[in-house]
């Protein structure tokens, strides 16, 4: 939902729904807007429930496959948040509970509330610190690794060579 505020979502929702039995659909839940365009952490338990009946609506379906946290909350317990996401998985309301941006620790914490699907973290050829700790703690938990920024934001397309100049705001 945080991705075009929650347009993503429509689009999902639209292209989607005739063929919903067909097709996975994951979608993350921890971050929103507020009224000054900044995005803050919120894995509340009262957020997550509004959060998913909002994208349910946006995408048209009753059911999330694969429902992740979309990054840590510093602010909220994390059992806390696990309490709403295991609710959502006892009604059948999410398939699989995900996680994203979860260092080593955090992880390990998450496993012992829940079964933890899938870990989504950044992972490419210049980026691979996930190598020493989390890939070798997913083998042996069998957690699936949904690895993001595959490409490091471009850097690894091979549409940029050594003259290539980015722009002072560029990440």
């Known amino acids: 939902p945080i991705y075009g505020f929650g347009k993503s979502e429509e689009i999902i929702g639209n292209v989607c729904h005739s063929i919903r039995k ?6 993350k839940t921890g971050l929103q807007w507020d009224n000054f365009g900044k ?5 509340s338990y009262d957020f ?8 349910l609506k946006r995408l048209k379906t009753d059911y999330i496959d694969l429902y992740q946290i979309h990054w840590p909350d510093p602010n909220t317990p994390l059992d806390i948040t696990f309490s709403a996401l295991t609710h959502l ?3 059948n309301v999410i398939k699989n509970i995900g996680v994203s941006n979860f260092n080593i620790d955090l992880l390990k914490s998450a496993l012992d509330l829940s079964n933890i699907c899938s870990i989504q973290n950044q992972y490419n ?5 996930i190598e020493n700790d989390i890939l070798p703690f997913c083998i ?3 957690i ?3 690895a993001y920024s595959a490409l490091a934001q471009g850097l690894l397309s091979g549409k940029f060579d050594r003259n290539y100049k980015l722009s002072q705001n560029d990440v």
Request: net charge negative; proline share 0%.
């Open 144 to 146: 699936s690794v949904i």
């Open 140 to 142: 042996q938990n069998n």
């Open 22 to 27: 067909n097709v996975v659909i994951a979608t």
């Open 39 to 43: 995005v803050n952490h919120n894995l």
């Open 48 to 55: 997550i429930m509004t959060d998913i009946d909002n994208s």
């Open 89 to 91: 998985k006892n009604t």
């Open 125 to 129: 050829l210049l980026q691979k610190d």
